[in-house]
């Protein structure tokens, strides 16, 4: 996620602002850059870490007490010096840094061209920048007030103009900002740590909200001009902790960002009756309609975003779908040809086995799309087509958001092919779009239970093994929870169909073993339950995920992780998170160090 500064005092800016920008590495970022105004504007930026902008900056040398700041993470425009913030119009008298997506950018940026605008970069944050400077009639709150309410989407926004050289303007639109109140000095960040060692006393900027800040100090108002009180908040966080928002770990902080990814994954791209626009996927209806089968690639839990993401194009688009670990496609001798799509599956896009298997089959004729949390990866750069999951940088080793928002992001895949092969009706679509929309809200209410995957977590904290269970969409869903406690708990698990266990495993199930039942696929409950019956014979102590509405769950399990009631097909994605929750929680009291379990990597770029 992109990290925003802005200053207004009488320190040299461009100090304070690359001081912040580097408080603010820990979000992740690809490029970085800063404007200071002194009489006119300098604008400094470089693709790659803070040390290369600094040499730009320690050259330079700009002189200014005011100014502003970006480190950007890619999500319009591949990591480039050009699509470094800030941006700026022609005149480069307007100057904007902005976090998150603009949704219509695409017919703003048709207007704008229209009418005689030329673009530097291909980022949406320049747009702003245009339509600022097009707006503007000597009141900069007017001009970025109107471009507020064409701009959709959901972003934070800083601006500052050479004409009104002493003032910062900003605004939140549902991405987060903070101001820190220095003595006689200002502070604008997207989050605490950016300033942290300068005040601890801070304004939060609520959704929807406007600020100036200038020599006067600062004024919050709504967008609309309507003014706000807002109480002082005071930090008593130390630097670590606010980095992780408050929480003790990135994992926990990542599993609390889901919803919110999720409306990310989703914004601009699903329409209510299920139309949908992925403006990366370029193949058109024919080659939709002439798919003859599909695989998923991936390792970890992409692969078992990848078992879902196939379990779920079998169930709605009947085509012959296949998943096969990456490190093992490559040698498999898959019989993917022409007629096929593979779908690489990658928070990183930079798994080396998977970027092998992705090519190997473009060798062999399949369109490869991949699927992606990482702009301008070797994956998206390999690809044909490329569906960004929008997840933000993801720092716990543990996968979690990236997972959800892979999952979102193969629900829209499926749409796209579906409504044109006519394997997904109009009604379906809908339902499924009404499910996804809702899906924030059920992940909402999800985290508000925290307290029962804790209870769960106590439960299973001195068990020496794990068993997960579950029947289609959620034996997916099992095996992603049972390598997530394995990976920072370092419990031994493992996750089967239900109706497996009788064939073998079933042998090790003795009193008291813990097993973790999924039980959101109603056409399967009873089969589930069946098996469930069957280790509870045996002493199994079961913990089952279901619905609020399953009356008969509490005469199965010992202990029931309730979750929002939801269609079959939205259900596994909501059942994922207590399952995270869980695993996070027995790490913690093991004592473990949750986001960098022992030997492994955030990214594995060596077969
Ligand atoms: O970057 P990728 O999605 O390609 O990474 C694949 C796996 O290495 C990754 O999902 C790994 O399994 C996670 N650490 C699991 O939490």
Same mark, same amino acid.
């Given at each position: 996620?992109?990290?925003?500064?802005?200053?207004?005092?009488?320190?040299?800016?461009?100090?304070?602002?690359?001081?912040?920008?580097?408080?603010?590495?820990?979000?992740?970022?690809?490029?970085?850059?800063?404007?200071?105004?002194?009489?006119?504007?300098?604008?400094?930026?470089?693709?790659?870490?803070?040390?290369?902008?600094?040499?730009?900056?320690?050259?330079?040398?700009?002189?200014?007490?005011?100014?502003?700041?970006?480190?950007?993470?890619?999500?319009?425009?591949?990591?480039?010096?050009?699509?470094?913030?800030?941006?700026?119009?022609?005149?480069?008298?307007?100057?904007?840094?902005?976090?998150?997506?603009?949704?219509?950018?695409?017919?703003?940026?048709?207007?704008?061209?229209?009418?005689?605008?030329?673009?530097?970069?291909?980022?949406?944050?320049?747009?702003?920048?245009?339509?600022?400077?097009?707006?503007?009639?000597?009141?900069?709150?007017?001009?970025?007030?109107?471009?507020?309410?064409?701009?959709?989407?959901?972003?934070?926004?800083?601006?500052?103009?050479?004409?009104?050289?002493?003032?910062?303007?900003?605004?939140?639109?549902?991405?987060?900002?903070?101001?820190?109140?220095?003595?006689?000095?200002?502070?604008?960040?997207?989050?605490?740590?950016?300033?942290?060692?300068?005040?601890?006393?801070?304004?939060?900027?609520?959704?929807?909200?406007?600020?100036?800040?200038?020599?006067?100090?600062?004024?919050?108002?709504?967008?609309?001009?309507?003014?706000?009180?807002?109480?002082?908040?005071?930090?008593?966080?130390?630097?670590?902790?606010?980095?992780?928002?408050?929480?003790?770990?990135?994992?926990?902080k990542e599993i609390y960002e889901q919803p919110a990814v999720v409306t990310e994954t989703l914004t601009g791209r699903l329409d209510q009756d299920g139309s949908v626009w992925l403006a990366d996927v370029t193949f058109d209806n024919d080659y939709a309609r002439s798919l003859q089968s599909v695989w998923f690639t991936a390792c970890g839990t992409a692969y078992h975003a990848?078992?879902?993401?196939?379990?779920?194009?079998?169930?709605?688009?009947?085509?012959?779908?296949?998943?096969?670990?990456?490190?093992?496609?490559?040698?498999?001798?898959?019989?993917?040809?022409?007629?096929?799509?593979?779908?690489?599956?990658?928070?990183?896009?930079?798994? @080396?086995?998977? +970027?092998? %298997?992705? &090519?190997?089959? #473009?060798?062999? !004729?399949?369109?490869?799309?991949? =699927?992606?949390?990482?702009?301008?990866?070797?994956?998206?750069?390999?690809?044909?087509?490329?569906?960004?999951?929008?997840?933000?940088?993801?720092?716990?080793?543990?996968?979690?958001?990236?997972?959800?928002?892979?999952?979102? @992001?193969?629900? +829209?895949? %499926?749409? &796209?092919?579906? #409504?044109?092969? !006519?394997?997904?009706?109009?009604? =379906?679509?809908?339902?499924?779009?009404?499910?996804?929309?809702?899906?924030?809200?059920?992940?909402?209410?999800?985290?508000?239970?925290?307290?029962?995957?804790?209870?769960?977590?106590?439960?299973?904290?001195?068990?020496?093994?794990?068993?997960? +269970?579950?029947?289609?969409?959620?034996?997916?869903?099992?095996?992603?929870?049972?390598?997530? =406690?394995?990976?920072?708990?370092?419990?031994?698990?493992?996750?089967?169909?239900?109706?497996?266990?009788?064939?073998?495993?079933?042998?090790?199930?003795?009193?008291?073993?813990?097993?973790?039942?999924?039980?959101?696929?109603?056409?399967?409950?009873?089969?589930?339950?069946?098996?469930?019956?069957?280790?509870?014979?045996?002493?199994?102590?079961?913990?089952?995920?279901?619905?609020?509405?399953?009356?008969?769950?509490?005469?199965?399990?010992?202990?029931?992780?309730?979750?929002?009631?939801?269609?079959?097909?939205?259900?596994?994605?909501?059942?994922?998170?207590?399952?995270?929750?869980?695993?996070?929680?027995?790490?913690?009291?093991?004592?473990?160090?949750?986001?960098?379990?022992?030997?492994?990597?955030?990214?594995?770029?060596?077969?």
């Amino acid at each position: 996620m992109c990290g925003i500064m802005g200053y207004v005092g009488p320190q040299q800016a461009a100090t304070v602002l690359l001081d912040g920008l580097r408080r603010l590495e820990y979000r992740g970022y690809d490029s970085a850059g800063i404007a200071v105004a002194n009489g006119a504007i300098a604008v400094l930026k470089a693709e790659g870490k803070i040390d290369r902008l600094q040499a730009v900056v320690d050259a330079v040398q700009p002189p200014g007490t005011i100014g502003i700041g970006h480190t950007r993470w890619a999500t319009h425009g591949a990591p480039s010096d050009a699509n470094a913030h800030p941006h700026t119009d022609a005149s480069g008298k307007f100057v904007v840094v902005h976090n998150g997506i603009i949704e219509n950018h695409q017919s703003l940026r048709d207007e704008l061209v229209e009418s005689g605008n030329v673009f530097t970069s291909e980022t949406d944050t320049e747009i702003l920048a245009h339509l600022v400077a097009d707006a503007y009639d000597g009141d900069l709150v007017a001009a970025v007030r109107s471009v507020v309410d064409v701009a959709e989407g959901a972003y934070a926004l800083v601006v500052m103009t050479e004409h009104e050289p002493r003032k910062i303007v900003a605004v939140r639109r549902v991405s987060p900002m903070v101001v820190g109140l220095g003595d006689g000095e200002t502070f604008i960040a997207s989050d605490i740590p950016a300033v942290l060692h300068r005040t601890k006393r801070f304004l939060i900027v609520e959704d929807g909200e406007m600020v100036v800040v200038d020599d006067s100090g600062v004024r919050i108002t709504t967008i609309d001009g309507d003014p706000v009180e807002r109480d002082v908040f005071v930090v008593d966080w130390d630097a670590g902790r606010a980095e992780k928002g408050g929480y003790e770990h990135f994992m926990l902080k990542e599993i609390y960002e889901q919803p919110a990814v999720v409306t990310e994954t989703l914004t601009g791209r699903l329409d209510q009756d299920g139309s949908v626009w992925l403006a990366d996927v370029t193949f058109d209806n024919d080659y939709a309609r002439s798919l003859q089968s599909v695989w998923f690639t991936a390792c970890g839990t992409a692969y078992h975003a990848g078992l879902v993401g196939a379990a779920l194009f079998r169930k709605l688009l009947r085509i012959p779908t296949y998943v096969e670990y990456a490190h093992e496609m490559r040698y498999n001798e898959p019989l993917v040809g022409s007629e096929s799509l593979t779908i690489a599956v990658s928070q990183s896009g930079e798994t @080396a086995d998977t +970027l092998a %298997a992705a &090519r190997q089959a #473009r060798s062999q !004729g399949s369109r490869m799309l991949a =699927l992606t949390n990482v702009v301008g990866s070797t994956l998206a750069r390999d690809a044909d087509d490329v569906l960004y999951t929008r997840a933000g940088p993801e720092i716990s080793v543990a996968s979690t958001k990236a997972y959800i928002a892979m999952l979102v @992001a193969e629900y +829209l895949i %499926a749409l &796209r092919i579906g #409504r044109v092969r !006519g394997d997904v009706d109009k009604d =379906l679509a809908a339902e499924i779009a009404l499910g996804l929309n809702q899906l924030p809200g059920l992940l909402e209410e999800v985290l508000a239970r925290e307290d029962a995957a804790i209870a769960a977590a106590e439960q299973i904290v001195d068990a020496s093994d794990v068993y997960y +269970l579950g029947r289609g969409l959620d034996y997916a869903v099992a095996m992603e929870g049972s390598l997530k =406690l394995k990976e920072v708990s370092y419990l031994h698990s493992e996750a089967m169909p239900a109706g497996e266990l009788k064939h073998g495993t079933l042998a090790l199930i003795t009193e008291g073993v813990p097993i973790i039942a999924v039980a959101t696929q109603r056409a399967l409950y009873d089969k589930t339950m069946s098996a469930v019956s069957e280790v509870k014979a045996r002493g199994a102590h079961v913990i089952a995920v279901a619905y609020d509405d399953d009356v008969s769950i509490d005469r199965e399990a010992h202990t029931v992780l309730r979750i929002p009631t939801a269609p079959d097909l939205i259900g596994p994605i909501v059942a994922a998170v207590p399952l995270q929750l869980v695993a996070y929680h027995v790490a913690r009291m093991r004592g473990h160090d949750i986001d960098q379990p022992r030997n492994l990597a955030k990214s594995v770029t060596v077969e």
